[in-house]
Nanobody, 125 residues
Framework: QVQLVESGGGLVQAGGSLRLSCAAS????????MAWFRQAPGKEREFVAA????????YYADSVLGQFTISRDNAKNTVYLQMNSLKPEDTAVYYC??????????????????WGQGTQVTVSS
């Protein structure tokens, strides 16, 4: 089992940047594929980005491709989400998630086994 704690959210003006962090504890972090999801008010939780166990492969939602970057540091048990050129529509609670090894890196909520509590990101216009 792994415990996940997100940090780095906050209020930022449109065009600004934030870097989210997700610190993991428990079972060996490098065993898990990791992802970020987000949920805006009144909307379903949606996939943002994912990264393979080694960090060699990354995946993005079309809506954030070229704008967000996911990375991980297995020595620090941490996954990051660098968010640039933020827009008001990026406002949401951002969740970190961990998946036990599967055939492919999941890109849906059902593919993830452990979740953090979320961190709020608010982008003002």
């Amino acid at each position: 089992q792994v415990q996940l704690v997100e940090s780095g959210g906050g209020l930022v003006q449109a065009g600004g940047s934030l870097r989210l962090s997700c610190a993991a504890s428990g079972r060996t972090f490098s065993w898990y594929d990791m992802a970020w999801f987000r949920q805006a008010p009144g909307k379903e939780r949606e996939f943002v980005a994912a990264i393979s166990r080694s960090g060699s492969s990354t995946y993005y939602a079309d809506s954030v491709l070229g704008q967000f970057t996911i990375s991980r540091d297995n020595a620090k048990n941490t996954v990051y989400l660098q968010m640039n050129s933020l827009k008001p529509e990026d406002t949401a609670v951002y969740y970190c998630a961990a998946s036990v090894p599967r055939r492919v890196v999941p890109r849906t909520t059902t593919g993830y086994d452990y979740w953090g509590q979320g961190t709020q990101v608010t982008v003002s216009s």
